[in-house]
């Protein structure tokens, strides 16, 4: 139980930092520019969600597969 | 030939008959019980009927006129997602364990199983709900009129198409009622899950992902040179390269607000509950929903951006951006394109009206219907086919209201913002959900107050502008506020102006709201049911699940419950769930006694079928209920919480108290071995004192008594008495040497010592004993080794054990002894290598503990005092060194010692 609450509490740093990267004024720093022609902010906001959606899988996967960090 | 909406209503028609049969065999495996939907992937996709018409149309029309402001909509639930195990999985586990039935039941059960909470949520769920699903069916129609208007795209004859779309959105309409009213409405208890209904939807979750990914690529792939072209020419115009400049602080607070309010609606939608908790097969499935319901967002939305942009470069000028899905397509030319985009859209509408429907009959049901017939006495004896008639006419009602609406409210509005504002109606329960699960003094009173605050703010901000537009209120109203008094203005209430009209009515709602349900609560007293209510949902995780019948005083006849259950879910089911109940409790289901538990039973299995809050009417109908006062609920509740308290306070000493135990007993058996030890020690001491002293008392004696003794033999005699005497000595020394290292007491002169020069001056020194055994003695020393912090004497010491060790082994004559010493990287190695019988592996060890010889030592009496290595291992460890036996390359022994080098800062001075 103790490492499921871990893993809780893990879930809900996501949520914090998802709360950070989804809205102003981090949104700001990436508005108006392009990469290579496209525009800045729309490749930022997909990455973003993608690399989140990732570690929710990770942090709730990771009950088969070894942990990448350490201390579980 | 074909005409063109003959080939259309075809395909849509057989796509429906698709949708039927897949129900039908969901429901047919789950009769089986082979459940088609009990994995983790169905219930993500089911969940995806989040993505209605309005993500599928609605999201390329909001994108083309305002860029990426359709993204908070998706990125909300995401957030609420990464809250998952701690927000969800309590309204999951709290729901399934009070079989609850709707959003409307949770609240209403948690606020003391209040049927005016219920009734309220029920009306303002339908109110929000009503315009989303006039919204899906608009979408239906029009896509079909686009769709007609290109008949030519589909290479069949083009007729009028008019006569066909006068009535698609009754059409529409009724179908889909048909569809929930075979697939929603077959069982009377609404806990239980409608399994046909959920595959349905989660296959038409992967229509609606394909068709989407589909006309994504081909926006890409096709019609553009890839989606960098799209951009690029995007860029070029300036009215499209705004799209993604991130307007000021009054854009920031916007996307803030949508992005909270999709947070709210992901929990509250009443389509959301029902896939999300009622049908949810194993709990479990959400830990991986977790992630793959977000990542089914990010895939759905990936192309709306690049739709959009393509869909404004090439079609020409004037289009309805909501229907660019199907109008980039068909301006190209690809009808069968557009007709996978018309099958996604219709997916997706279509998925949401089951669901919402079936959500909203079983709250108009249980939480308006039955209350009022209760009390108007109506329930006859078996109320099944009332409450399954009452069901599909809700379903045929709701759906026959968004009808309405659409007829009536028509293009005054987009897409997009119909769904906020529904969104907004929802959002509503947001606070009474999240407070309630969290906080025990959130009271009935303060969420009335504060749902029925929010809800007339939202009324009066975003309800009423669109009837405005629609023309059935002066526009006088919002261009000078009610009354006249500009302050009342509905866009901008109380002088708060510039912001976008829904994060306006959203600010201004959920301030009413958040502090109604606070600010009453913290002043109004719960009553004795709403506290025991908030404890079993609040502390649901502590196990406040086992007080409930605690909580419940009275008596009853267990055949009245029966007989009132019965009345609802059948005689025959009644009884057998009875019976399981009882066995359950480890009771004789023929002499069931009418306690609290039977009664909670009774309740429970109500409330799946009519909803907690009447279910506690029927039951207080046919039971005394003797009524428990506010201060003895407190108290029970206390003694509880107290108990679960020091339970788990006792749990946690026990288990120190066993990890206590766990280590006393290893230092008690670390005392025991020790003890055994010494007194193995002390009894070999004694034996090897004895032996020498023995012979030494012996050959004294023959001379003390034979005084004639030849000259040669009383030499002899007395040379024997010396050696022995000798041997005595060496091992009172070693002994004490050994207790003194042990002790601590020894004297070490630490200094700079150079290995090599101790081992030549051993090597020197017993070299007569080599000579007497003709054993050889090879000295491999190199030049110059680092000097070691070491005891010289104690090393040379060690040195020449090693030697005699090595010299008693090796065979007479033929002996070859090596010594060796070496440099590597961190210390000295030395090492002396016999060509004797050498040691067997498992005695490697062995030998370095204190009287271990090797070897059978009844025949052969090995010289030395067997602690010699012993003490040589401590002096080296004592240096900070290592020594050991390895079996040397010719099948002797090879003892070795390492000894580091000296520290940098000590060589340098």
Known sequence: ?72 | MLSGSVLLLLTAAAYMVLLFAIASFGDRRAAAGRSLIDSSVVYALSLAVYCTSWTFYGSVGRAASRGLDFLPIYLGPTLVFCLGWVLLRRILRVSKAHRITSIADLLASRFGKSGAVAGLVTIIAVIGSVPYIALQLKAVSTSLKVLLEHQGSFGVEAVDGTSVLRNTELWVAGVLALFAILFGTRKIDASERHEGIVAAIAFESIVKLVSFVAVGLFAGLVLFDGFGEIFARAAARPELSQLFDFGGPSAGIDWIALTFLAMAAIVCLPRQFQVMVVENVDPRHLDRALWLFPAYLIAINLFVVPIALAGLLSVPAGTDPDTLMLALPLGSGYGGLALLAFLGGLSAAASMVIVETVALSTMICNDLAVPMLLRLGWLGPDTRPVLLGIRRAAIALVVLLGFAYVRIVRESYGLVSIGLVSFAAVAQFFPAIVLGLFWKRASRLGVLTGISAGFLIWAYTLLLPSFASAGWLPRELFEQGALGFSLLRPSALFGLDGLDPVTHGLFWSMLSNIAGVVGVSLFVDQSALERSQAALFVDYWRGAGHEEGRLWRGTAQVADLVQLVGRFLGEAQTREAFAAGARGRGRDPAALAADAETVRLAERLLAGAIGSASARVMVASVVHEEPIGTEEVMRILDETSQAIEYSRRLEQQSRTLEATTAELRRANERLRELDRLKDDFVSTVSHELRTPLTSIRSFSEILLDNPALEQHQRQEFLRIIVTESERLTRLINDMLDLAKIEAGKLEWHMERVHASEVAREAATALGQLFRDRSVELKIELPESVPATIADRDRLFQVVVNLLSNAVKFSPRDAGLVTLTVKTDTDGVNLSVADNGPGIAPKDREAIFERFRQVGDTLTAKPEGSGLGLAISRMIIEHFGGRAWVEEAPGGGAIFRVWLPREPAAASAA
């Open chain 1, 1 to 72: 139980m103790p490492r499921e609450a871990r893993r809780r509490d893990r879930l809900v740093g996501l949520f914090a930092l998802g709360l950070v990267l989804f809205n102003p004024p981090v949104l700001w720093l990436f508005a108006g520019a392009t990469l290579f022609g496209w525009p800045l902010l729309f490749i930022y906001l997909f990455c973003a969600w993608a690399a989140l959606t990732g570690m929710v899988a990770l942090t709730v996967e990771r009950r088969r597969m070894r942990s990448p960090f350490k201390e579980d």
